[in-house]
């Protein structure tokens, strides 16, 4: 067996593809020689066989997904589902996609983030008034926590849905932070109703994803192509 191996790494031959031992025998040269793995070109089977025609369909499927408004609208709008809830990531880096996408992919993600941040500011809503009194029976037991989520609530009565919508429509400004503070602190629904809670993060989407395009063409000076 090994003197065969040797045999083969020495004359180079393999399937009809010659070794180049200027490239050494690593899985460098099995994969530029299309070798499968376990091959002269890849002795110690170190990484398996990938063909580039594999990579490039792969790039091409990716592509095709930041390309096409339709796919591009509902993959932002589950990002922007995620953010509200759980990711506390700007939802800017979605929209880095859309730059050069022209019209259709800014259309598509003004309209995805704001139908995503609704929904996920809905959900949000819905878990803080059931846990909001969680909160207020552990308020109960010691005054200065009660004190102090007295002045949260206050802050957020005082601020309400302008504030929420304010504070969201900053760029890159974490959108579960604020969701959060202000779901929990919202006297159970009480200093802001649902509805205003929702229409707040709509609208503060469409400034988020026009503030973003506008600050972009600003630095860039160019425009979206059609």
């Not at 790039?59 to 922007?80: K, M």
């Not at 008034?129 to 609530?153: D, N, Q």
């Amino acid at each position: 067996m090994f003197p065969r191996c040797a045999e083969h790494l020495c004359t180079g031959t393999r399937r009809g593809k010659a070794f180049d031992p200027r490239l050494g025998t690593g899985s460098a040269n099995a994969y530029l020689h299309g070798w499968p793995e376990g091959t002269p070109g890849d002795p110690f089977n170190t990484v398996p066989f990938i063909p580039r025609r594999s990579v490039v369909d792969l790039l091409e499927i990716l592509r095709q997904f930041v390309t096409n408004p339709f796919v591009f609208f509902a993959l932002v709008f589950l990002y922007a589902i995620a953010v509200a809830i759980f990711l506390p990531i700007p939802i800017e880096f979605a929209l880095v996609f859309a730059l050069a996408g022209g019209i259709a992919l800014f259309s598509a993600a003004l309209l995805a983030v704001a139908l995503g941040k609704a929904v996920g500011a809905w959900l949000v809503f819905l878990l803080g008034v059931k846990v909001e009194g969680v909160i207020h029976r552990w308020s109960e037991r010691a005054k200065l926590f009660a004190k102090i989520l007295a002045g949260l609530e206050k802050f957020v009565r005082w601020t309400g849905a302008f504030g929420l919508y304010v504070l969201l429509s900053i760029p890159f400004m974490s959108d579960t932070a604020i969701l959060y503070f202000y779901a929990l602190f919202n006297e159970e629904g009480r200093a802001i109703d649902r509805r205003h809670f929702i229409v707040s993060n709509f609208l503060a989407g469409v400034n988020r994803v026009a503030l973003f395009f506008l600050i972009v063409i600003a630095l860039t000076g160019t425009l979206p192509r059609p």
